[in-house]
T-cell receptor, first 116, second 112 residues
Framework: AQSVTQLDSQVPVFEEAPVELRCNYS??????LFWYVQYPNQGLQLLLK??????LVKGINGFEAEFNKSQTSFHLRKPSVHISDTAEYFC??????????????FGQGTRLTINP | DAGVTQSPTHLIKTRGQQVTLRCSPK?????VSWYQQALGQGPQFIFQ???????QRGNFPDRFSGHQFPNYSSELNVNALLLGDSALYLC???????????FGPGTRLTVL
């Protein structure tokens, strides 16, 4: 079984400042990791994913995340945020293929608020 | 290429009633997962359908059931609705040979 902990429920940041949203996971098997964004009254949009290979993953809208297996973390970063980045961000984990693939386990979410 | 579509957008029911939610996956996708997102929470996995069979199931009671049709579209049925079933229900579309889930806009269910 897997679990995800998003360490901050809310993160306020000024526009053009850098931001890091923290995510830790636990799993007894190898995992795939994902970050999704949810704008108000909408579904989830995939920002980026780690399946294998390079531990630094780049996604849409200038976001990137780094997979750290020893620390079981997958923190999301952006060097300069915009007002339009205000949204709820979810970290998710799944077992990789052959070990319960495709059932996503989500964290509780981090509300990112960008202030002008 | 149409994305994942869900209907209806909003639904209001009373306790004890039954509800059916619908999902059409992206073109070419053959697997559908359903998630429940309570207010202020992350989505919780309900179940997944592939080749018209339930392949995986989360920790939800038997009141939650589903179906997948030959065209890969899917339905989520909830019987004997409880107030606690009020949530956003999300459908995710997957191509079975890949590992990425694409979510629809969701159906907001309110149980009074």
């Amino acid at each position: 079984a897997q679990s995800v902990t998003q360490l901050d429920s809310q993160v306020p940041v000024f526009e053009e400042a850098p931001v890091e949203l923290r995510c830790n996971y636990s799993s007894s098997v190898s995992v795939y990791l994902f970050w999704y964004v949810q704008y108000p009254n909408q579904g989830l949009q995939l920002l980026l994913k780690y399946l294998s290979g390079s531990t630094l993953v780049k996604g849409i809208n200038g976001f990137e995340a780094e997979f750290n297996k020893s620390q079981t973390s997958f923190h999301l970063r952006k060097p300069s945020v915009h007002i339009s980045d205000t949204a709820e961000y979810f970290c998710a984990v799944s077992g990789n293929r052959g070990q319960g693939a495709q059932k996503l386990v989500f964290g509780q979410g981090t509300r990112l608020t960008i202030n002008p | 290429d149409a994305g994942v579509t869900q209907s209806p957008t909003h639904l209001i029911k009373t306790r004890g009633q039954q509800v059916t939610l619908r999902c059409s996956p992206k073109s070419g996708h053959d697997t559908v997962s359903w998630y429940q997102q309570a207010l202020g929470q992350g989505p919780q996995f309900i179940f997944q359908y592939y080749e018209e069979e339930e392949r995986q199931r989360g920790n939800f009671p038997d009141r939650f059931s589903g179906h997948q049709f030959p065209n890969y579209s899917s339905e989520l049925n909830v019987n004997a609705l409880l107030l606690g079933d009020s949530a956003l229900y999300l459908c995710a579309s997957i191509l079975a040979s890949t590992d990425t889930q694409y979510f629809g806009p969701g159906t907001r269910l309110t149980v009074l």
